[in-house]
């Protein structure tokens, strides 16, 4: 078996006509190509090979979930036949950001939308068949281990289903603040006095499989009609058409400690990995953005032997398509522990690109959420852009790099009329970053 496999592995380098494709090759049988590229480069190379549709390759991937399958299948030209599976992580369906409630009821265009309040815990999926769970998080990571509480309470369902939703610090019928359920992540040991402490919820929002039935194609409505015969803690909804209704459930949410608002198409089918207008978003009257850390270095002070400041980017483009690159808009050192910031000591020089003096240049992996006061035009900076005050919410274990925001984003928030920054003459430049002109 062995020697089947070396001579298979000889014959592929024996075709490649240039380094490049050696290259490549070897990075596909070593997973190695680049965080959210390698999908789809691999998805429109088998349909390039067999001559089948990127389109019918993509739907078979995500119905079964194995690449190697679907190449099979679309050899013998059975792409048709790919059925659903469960227990692999399928990519979450994403909501578009809106500023305002007149902004959102401009995007809805005369529709009324179902509203449910956006909760702040961890975005999860559940797989569900006979007595075996899985829990996925949105970097398709197993996080079940984590929350036995959670898969004692799903254990409990009558049914074969795949729940997409949220697990929630959740105490007394409650959500908790986020915090608490920090206080369960990364340990190896859930104690006792740990699930005491800090007990946890899955909140479900979405049913996309139950009992047989592939629900993904089925309008909105009608899954959550079924999700209510689950059994299962669910977010409510109302149906709403006016930006004062918006308003006043948004201030609803808030008032419950929630993050802000959900508003749902209740025609829309669900469509894996796509911000589209079907589901928006109204979390703050002050976004955040999710950024990458693109570099790391030494603090001072107490912190002159930690890595705690932190310079981070979006990214130019779609991350999936060829040339998007990470540009740089801000470094932040505020807002993590002196846990975290001895976990990131750790992981950075591990991921690191190359060092120059106390500055690691680091491979793009972590994904933090960065708070700040306005953005301002800069010549500093490859992106035109940079954050002022910016600090850190918290860290996005949650998110892929890929899933950090586009610089089109930063545009639309530069050009916001709450953006006081774009009127704020700069007396002084600002402070240097790491890497200026990335």
Not at 129 to 142: F, K, P, S
Not at 398 to 405: C, H, N, V, Y
Request: proline share 5%.
């Amino acid at each position: 078996m062995q020697e089947n496999k070396r001579l298979i592995v000889a014959d592929v380098f024996s075709r490649c006509r240039t380094p490049r494709e050696a290259a490549y090759a070897a990075k596909i049988i070593f997973g190695d190509l680049r965080t959210g590229v390698q999908d789809g480069v691999l998805q429109a190379a088998v349909a390039q090979a067999f001559g089948r549709t990127l389109a019918d390759v993509q739907r078979a991937q995500l119905l079964v979930g194995d690449l190697d399958e679907v190449a099979l299948l679309a050899r013998h030209d059975r792409l048709a036949d790919a059925a659903f599976k469960l227990f692999h992580p399928i990519q979450f369906m994403l909501a578009s950001p809106q500023e305002t409630p007149a902004d959102a009821v401009a995007t809805m265009a005369g529709r009324t939308f179902f509203a449910e309040d956006k909760l702040d815990g961890i975005r999860a999926q559940v797989h569900k068949q006979g007595d075996r769970i899985a829990i996925y998080t949105r970097t398709m990571d197993r996080t079940d281990a984590s929350f036995p509480d959670v898969v004692a309470v799903l254990s409990k369902l009558d049914r074969d289903v795949l729940l997409d939703g949220e697990i929630v610090p959740y105490r007394d019928g409650k959500v908790q603040p986020f915090a608490s359920i920090q206080k369960r992540l990364g340990r190896k040991v859930l104690t006792s006095n740990v699930l005491r402490d800090h007990p946890a919820a899955f909140i479900a929002f979405d049913l996309l499989y139950d009992n047989g039935d592939t629900l993904l194609d089925v309008p909105l409505r009608e899954r959550r009609a079924r999700l209510a015969t689950i059994g299962v803690l669910k977010t409510n909804e109302i149906e709403l058409a006016t930006a004062e209704q918006i308003e006043q459930a948004f201030a609803a949410a808030r008032d419950s400690r929630n993050e802000g608002l959900v508003l749902k198409d209740p025609d829309s089918t669900y469509t894996p990995g796509r911000r589209g207008k079907a589901w928006l978003k109204i979390k703050t009257h002050l976004p955040t953005l999710d950024c990458v850390v693109t570099a790391a270095e030494y603090g001072h002070g107490k912190r002159r032997n930690s890595l705690s400041d932190y310079t981070f980017a979006v990214w130019d483009g779609d991350p999936s398509l060829p040339g998007s690159m990470l540009v740089n808009v801000g470094k932040a050192f505020s807002g993590v522990t002196d846990e975290e910031i001895a976990a990131f000591t750790e992981l950075f020089p591990k991921i690191a690109l190359n060092q120059t003096g106390r500055v690691f240049l680091v491979k793009p992996q972590v994904v933090l959420e960065i708070a700040f006061d306005q953005i301002q035009e800069s010549k500093r900076h490859a992106s035109g852009y940079a954050l002022r005050f910016p600090r850190i919410k918290r860290i996005r274990t949650d998110k892929k790099p890929e899933d950090a925001d586009r610089i089109e984003r930063v545009k639309e928030l530069y050009e916001h009329t709450h953006n006081f920054g774009r009127s704020i003459a700069e007396k002084k430049p600002p402070e240097a970053t790491l890497f200026d002109g990335m």
